[in-house]
């Protein structure tokens, strides 16, 4: 516990990552970085992770029918600050969720633990959506491929890391806590997103 983790260090758990998430978690869980120090590092990767959304929704070009019509409008594609905004309160509200959740079930995971393993997973996966970004411009014909592949990774990985770091040891239990917590950051982030449309139309409307 308590050990320092430098870029020489993450690369083999980024390897992990890919492969057996399990052993992933575990080594994150071991190194017990400070809270501190993951709240920055998970405030960091998703700011670099809504940037990088709202770029590639702003060169992709938009198709001439309502769905893109209503996305032209939406404060979220013309604003990066409001979708990086939302995106942030996802994944803090995720930690408290499935912190919460899980203790409910049984769980012995602590706050900081989840907080460890979902920062794990979101680092690792703007890394793997960037490349598959850049993969996609470069062959467009295996982009479908490679985000298929990265949603099963992701999905597998969410339950993996929530199992460990809760010790459940039971797939089907992660996978209950999981899905309530989803539940629970869907109502979370409806009240968010009222008071974030009330302020953000209060401020348009003074203009």
């Known amino acids: 516990m308590g050990h320092a983790m430098n870029s020489a260090a993450f690369g ?3 390897r992990l990552s890919l492969q057996t998430p399990r052993e992933a978690a575990k080594h994150v869980i071991a190194i017990g970085l400070p809270e501190r120090a993951l709240w920055i590092a998970l405030s960091l990767v998703v700011v670099l992770t809504s940037l990088v959304m709202s770029g590639l929704m702003q060169v992709a070009p938009l198709q001439d029918d309502e769905l893109s019509q209503v996305l032209a409008l939406s404060p979220v594609y013309n604003y990066p600050l409001v979708l990086t905004a939302i995106r942030l309160g996802q994944a803090v509200l995720a930690v408290f969720v499935l912190f919460w959740v899980g ?3 049984g769980g012995q995971g602590s706050k900081q633990d ?6 794990l997973l979101q680092i690792v996966s703007f ?3 960037t490349g598959i970004s850049v993969v996609s411009m470069i062959f467009p014909l295996l982009s479908f491929v490679a985000l298929v592949t990265f949603i099963g990774w992701l ?9 460990e770091a809760h010790e459940f040891d039971n797939m089907f239990k992660a996978t209950g806590v999981v899905l309530v917590s989803v ?3 869907i109502i979370g982030m409806s009240l968010f ?15």
Request: hydrophobic share 60%.
């Open 183 to 185: 539940i629970g950051v």
């Open 114 to 119: 989840i907080l460890g393993v979902l920062t």
């Open 193 to 207: 997103l009222g008071l974030l449309s009330g302020l953000f139309v209060g401020s348009t409307s003074g203009v």
């Open 127 to 129: 890394v793997l959506l």
């Open 103 to 105: 203790r409910a079930l």
């Open 12 to 14: 083999p758990i980024f």
């Open 155 to 163: 999905l597998w990985s969410v339950l993996t890391y929530v199992d």
